[in-house]
């Protein structure tokens, strides 16, 4: 590139010399060091090496929540509960983003609330991004702002109501007065007596009655 352009800031090219023998967790943790640097990096971009680290069989992290543990010790306690926020945003819509890392801290934390709080809420907003096409960040984040502000879909309204009651009555009989009510296959008797010390056979007998003189017998 020097040879190309002549410019002065390609003349070398700065670097670290590691140790041997540096662990796994060292090299994260100087890549994170070094990203943190940089003012720009986005909370996405963050949340991102956590997953990867997570997922990485050379790490002892079992999860996200011990993988922003150890690569982000040295940040707030705020800025990790962020991070982890931000992961889950990706591992729920991560495979539709095409700019995540433009995604701002507040839009981010929006989202994964509904994601955590809503039924569907990543189905319904991996659909948006999929039929939205956007080709630029500001287009994507319109979609996702759309989508953090969304209602729930109105659950299907119930056509009848087939467990309602169609005919209930009261009668008079020797034991008292007993009310009744009678729905699609189901039938309830309630009046005041103790069925549980009715004898077995009796009542048997009583239900077996009660349907052969409904049926005509």
Do not use: W
């Amino acid at each position: 590139m020097h040879a190309e352009t002549g410019d002065a800031r390609y003349a070398s090219i700065p670097a670290g010399i590691l140790a041997q023998g540096e662990t796994i967790e060292g090299l994260y943790r100087r890549m994170v060091d070094e990203n943190l640097v940089r003012r720009d990096i986005s909370f996405a971009e963050m949340a991102a090496l956590a997953l990867r680290y997570a997922a990485d069989e050379a790490t002892e992290a079992m999860d996200v929540e011990q993988a922003v543990a150890v690569l982000y010790a040295s940040a707030a306690r705020q800025k990790r509960v962020y991070i982890r926020h931000f992961a889950t945003l990706l591992e729920a819509i991560g495979s539709r983003l095409k700019f995540p890392e433009a995604i701002p801290r507040a839009l981010g934390l929006q989202l994964e609330k509904r994601i955590s709080g809503e039924t569907g809420a990543a189905a319904r907003i991996r659909a948006a991004l999929g039929a939205g096409f956007a080709t630029t960040p500001d287009a994507e984040l319109e979609i996702l702002r759309a989508q953090a502000t969304a209602k729930p879909p109105k659950p299907a309204a119930r056509t009848g109501a087939p467990d309602a009651a169609k005919t209930t009555f009261r009668c008079t009989v020797p034991a008292g007065t007993v009310r009744c009510a009678a729905r699609k296959g189901k039938v309830e008797l309630s009046c005041d007596r103790d069925f549980s010390a009715v004898e077995q056979q009796r009542l048997q007998a009583a239900v077996a009655a009660f349907f052969a003189a409904l049926d005509g017998a």
